[in-house]
């Protein structure tokens, strides 16, 4: 006498097994385990998803959080530096090609990288609204400076060249201050010829410019001499006037993100001054001339913020430090 057993989920052939009163012997089947047509593998693989997706959503907050931290380093680190520049860089786009072309972009990208690993959000920051003012004064009144034959090329966006002939003294104080340099009692002094040589350059820049369009007498600072707009060495009272006041708004800046004080931004304005009296002099008498073609713009620019550093240095170190003893 023997039992029958058949099963119907999955289909397979009839198995005999020994009689026996108790059921413990019949071998289970797992519905899980085969392909059971009453299965509803769709509801099952939505809750994996939705399980899946709950997981992440703390990952991301995860990542982004590590970012933010990141960005925030005190003291900051190349990762931080890098990675703010490249968030910063991206959501500002559209202002960076207003004013730039793209081997521009990357020379100011590196500059901001090191900026940022130097002196942190607020030197970048002091470099941001230099070119910002720096590029607003370029565009002032475009198609009459073009139309005259004085405005810059490629309807002023500026390239590499530009971008390092502006800035070479600024990374120099900023790779002295990285590397310590004179340990800690030279780091303000870095800071200080930082911010001169770009309140130098935005000077030049915006006085040059706005004398292009509004200055309505030129003068060559080595004869005072009428001579035509955009002349080398020529200077306008328009154009000095607004270099000086834009030479002020950026030591304002720099003083109010702590990267100088008072004292120092005044002598940040002063040395700015003199340095591009000593640029209009230079172009004057030597730029263009026989002799000195290598003399473009690019050098005299790095000529003229490496006066501006140079001399806020040298003023902060003799000149007002003695004064405060």
């Known amino acids: 006498m023997s039992t029958l057993l058949f099963v119907k989920f999955p289909p397979v052939p009839s198995v005999r097994f020994p009689h026996s009163n108790s059921l413990h012997n019949i071998p289970k089947f797992s519905l899980f385990n085969c392909k059971n047509p009453h299965y509803n593998y769709n509801l099952n693989h939505t809750k994996m998803l939705s399980i899946q997706r709950a997981n992440a959503v703390p990952s991301v907050q995860g990542a982004v959080s590590g ?8 003291p900051p680190t190349w990762q931080s530096a890098l990675l703010s520049n490249i968030v910063i860089f991206v959501l500002g786009s ?10 521009g972009i990357a020379a100011a990208f590196l500059l901001g990288t090191l900026t940022w690993r130097a002196f942190g959000p607020s030197g970048f920051l002091l470099v941001a609204t ?12 475009m198609a009459q400076k073009e139309a005259q034959g004085v405005a810059e090329k490629r309807k002023g966006r500026r390239g590499p060249g530009s971008v390092i002939g502006s800035s070479a003294a600024g990374c120099v ?10 340990g800690k009692a030279f780091y303000r002094l870095w800071q200080v010829g930082f911010v001169s040589s770009f309140c130098t350059k935005l000077s030049d820049t915006v006085s040059s410019e706005i004398g292009k369009a509004y200055g309505k007498t030129t003068y060559l600072v080595t004869t005072f001499k009428v001579v035509p707009r955009g002349t080398e060495g020529a200077v306008s009272v328009e154009g000095t006037v607004a270099g000086l006041l834009a030479s002020i708004i950026l030591a304002s800046v720099g003083c109010y993100m702590g990267q100088i004080n008072a004292p120092e931004a005044v002598v940040c304005v002063i040395a700015s001054q003199i340095a591009n009296l000593g640029e209009s002099i230079i172009g004057a008498a030597f730029q263009e001339k026989e002799g000195f073609r ?3 713009n690019d050098a005299v ?13 040298l003023i902060q170190q003799f000149v007002l430090q003695n004064w405060r003893t």
């Open 301 to 313: 620019n790095v000529i003229n913020i490496s006066m501006g550093s140079i001399l806020a240095v």
């Open 67 to 74: 970012a933010m931290n990141l960005m925030q380093s005190a």
């Open 173 to 182: 104080c900023a790779f002295l201050s990285i590397y310590g340099v004179g």
């Open 94 to 103: 559209p202002i960076l090609l207003s004013g730039l072309s793209l081997s």
């Open 130 to 141: 230099y070119f910002v003012i720096g590029t607003a004064a370029t565009k002032v009144k």
């Open 294 to 296: 290598w003399l473009n």
